[in-house]
């Protein structure tokens, strides 16, 4: 199956191009049953809400009676939610940044981010343990021999012993090899299974934690031909061919810019056939977009937390005396930024911060829909309270499920 999509600006007639790559290719390709489907952007807004609705959501049905099981109507319940479920932050753990002089390591930043991370109950990824990237090393390491094979797996070894077994059960997802689709610096170093090689060294080293793969322009652009959907899957089989057979995970770090929402969702869905996490470890817009950066925030979130796959979503967005990278959230005084205000309106809608209340019908019934996640409902009937906590989880046929609060009256 291919599966994509485009957004056009004109009106006028066009032609669908298929092209492959391999220049050596002497078969026909035969395309067969091609659909096309257009939408207006309200039309996407409301499959987007209907997604959220269906995957992200719950509906229930609050059910008051007394001793006796009678009803009881008109009573108030107030609910609370008491922690955001759905993943949505920030992380960093990197070697050149732990070990600027050869042998001298220094986790002293990482160890207080770690504590200030526990102190808050936010749970912290590891990005990343290595990197293909020749300039992902420490600077004393950059330009290391291609003839120094195994002292180069000596000290990348070193790395991944040192920083995984002081960091292990302290993080719950690791970036093992990052963007190793794009960059191939250890495996020129080291051979074609260093990749799968150290996934399996990771995981004997934390076996509870879930071991990522994290690429670029795999859903940003439709153009890059070393991080397509199909490269990234083929690199999967690879890591499995290798005899890495462990739990993996789907690292997407989505620095956009112009945007393709209908590709984003294609490539999702195609990620998804081989059912691993997915997971966005790095989002965020271009300023070179204009003062439509925090529309375009905004649209992105919407239309990753609106498809069931996507399970979290991290923000690379980390502020410094120089700015950032890409995307501030706030000024230097840690004003928000306009992108600042739709985090916290994603973060407002989803806790339910402005509250719910309502009031028990004639049978003693009322129903809502709430995010999945852990809540506190208050029942005001009289000058007595009434405080229940309980879980919201998916329970895949959309039906109402019923939650009971009996009370003396």
Same mark, same amino acid.
């Given at each position: 199956?291919?599966?994509?999509?485009?957004?056009?600006?004109?009106?006028?007639?066009?032609?669908?191009?298929?092209?492959?790559?391999?220049?050596?290719?002497?078969?026909?390709?035969?395309?067969?049953?091609?659909?096309?489907?257009?939408?207006?952007?309200?039309? +996407?807004?409301?499959?987007?809400?209907?997604?959220?609705?269906?995957?992200?959501?719950?509906?229930? *049905?609050? !059910?008051? %009676? @007394?001793?006796?099981?009678?009803?009881?109507?008109?009573?108030?319940?107030?609910?609370?939610?008491?922690?955001?479920?759905?993943?949505?932050?920030?992380?960093?753990?990197?070697?050149?940044?732990?070990?600027?002089?050869?042998?001298?390591?220094d986790y002293s930043?990482?160890?207080?981010?770690?504590?200030?991370?526990?102190?808050?109950?936010?749970?912290?990824?590891?990005?990343?343990?290595?990197?293909?990237?020749?300039?992902?090393?420490?600077?004393?390491?950059?330009?290391?021999?291609?003839?120094?094979?195994?002292?180069?797996?000596?000290?990348?070894?070193?790395?991944?012993?040192?920083?995984?077994?002081?960091?292990?059960?302290?993080?719950?997802?690791?970036?093992?090899?990052?963007?190793?689709?794009?960059? +191939?610096?250890?495996?020129?170093?080291?051979g074609e299974n260093?990749?799968?090689?150290?996934?399996? *060294?990771? !995981?004997? %080293? @934390?076996?509870?934690?879930?071991?990522?793969?994290?690429?670029?322009?795999?859903?940003?652009?439709?153009?890059?031909?070393?991080?397509?959907?199909?490269?990234?899957?083929?690199?999967?089989?690879?890591?499995?061919?290798?005899?890495?057979?462990?739990?993996?995970?789907?690292?997407?770090?989505?620095?956009?810019?112009?945007?393709?929402?209908?590709?984003?969702?294609?490539?999702?869905?195609?990620?998804?056939?081989?059912?691993?996490?997915?997971?966005?470890?790095?989002?965020?817009?271009?300023?070179?977009?204009?003062?439509?950066?925090?529309?375009?925030?905004?649209?992105?979130?919407?239309?990753?937390?609106?498809?069931?796959?996507?399970?979290?979503?991290?923000?690379?967005?980390?502020?410094?005396?120089?700015?950032?990278?890409?995307?501030?959230?706030?000024?230097?005084?840690?004003?928000?930024?306009?992108?600042?205000?739709?985090?916290?309106?994603?973060?407002?809608?989803?806790?339910?911060?402005?509250?719910?209340?309502?009031?028990?019908?004639?049978?003693?019934?009322?129903?809502?829909?709430?995010?999945?996640?852990?809540?506190?409902a208050t029942i005001?009937?009289?000058?007595?309270?009434?405080?229940?906590?309980?879980?919201?989880?998916?329970?895949?046929?959309?039906?109402?499920?019923?939650?009971?609060?009996?009370?003396?009256?």
């Amino acid at each position: 199956m291919l599966k994509g999509g485009l957004v056009v600006n004109v009106t006028g007639p066009t032609e669908l191009y298929f092209k492959s790559h391999d220049i050596n290719l002497t078969a026909q390709i035969w395309v067969d049953s091609i659909s096309v489907q257009q939408f207006a952007l309200q039309e +996407w807004k409301s499959h987007q809400d209907q997604s959220i609705e269906k995957y992200r959501k719950s509906k229930l *049905k609050f !059910h008051v %009676i @007394d001793q006796q099981n009678r009803p009881v109507p008109d009573a108030t319940i107030s609910i609370k939610q008491t922690r955001l479920s759905f993943p949505f932050g920030k992380q960093l753990m990197k070697w050149y940044f732990n070990e600027q002089t050869r042998g001298i390591v220094d986790y002293s930043i990482t160890n207080a981010m770690l504590q200030f991370a526990k102190s808050r109950e936010i749970a912290v990824r590891g990005h990343t343990v290595l990197w293909e990237d020749r300039l992902g090393h420490p600077t004393w390491l950059r330009d290391f021999p291609l003839n120094r094979s195994e002292e180069y797996r000596q000290l990348t070894d070193s790395r991944v012993n040192y920083v995984m077994n002081r960091y292990k059960g302290k993080v719950f997802h690791w970036d093992v090899v990052n963007e190793n689709m794009h960059h +191939w610096f250890i495996k020129e170093r080291i051979g074609e299974n260093s990749s799968a090689a150290y996934y399996k *060294k990771a !995981h004997k %080293i @934390d076996p509870d934690a879930l071991l990522f793969l994290n690429e670029y322009m795999t859903l940003e652009k439709s153009n890059d031909r070393r991080a397509s959907t199909w490269m990234y899957l083929r690199k999967i089989w690879e890591i499995r061919e290798q005899g890495y057979d462990r739990p993996l995970g789907i690292g997407l770090q989505g620095h956009f810019g112009p945007m393709n929402l209908p590709y984003v969702r294609a490539s999702i869905d195609v990620l998804d056939s081989v059912k691993l996490p997915i997971w966005f470890t790095e989002l965020d817009v271009n300023n070179k977009t204009g003062p439509d950066q925090a529309n375009r925030l905004d649209q992105v979130i919407r239309e990753l937390h609106a498809h069931h796959a996507v399970q979290g979503i991290l923000m690379w967005s980390a502020i410094s005396p120089e700015g950032c990278w890409k995307m501030c959230l706030t000024d230097q005084n840690f004003n928000n930024l306009d992108t600042g205000d739709v985090v916290d309106k994603f973060i407002a809608e989803w806790t339910h911060s402005s509250g719910l209340e309502g009031k028990t019908d004639s049978n003693g019934y009322f129903e809502t829909s709430l995010f999945h996640d852990q809540y506190e409902a208050t029942i005001k009937l009289g000058k007595k309270p009434i405080l229940q906590k309980f879980e919201v989880a998916p329970n895949g046929d959309g039906k109402h499920e019923e939650v009971v609060f009996k009370i003396c009256v």
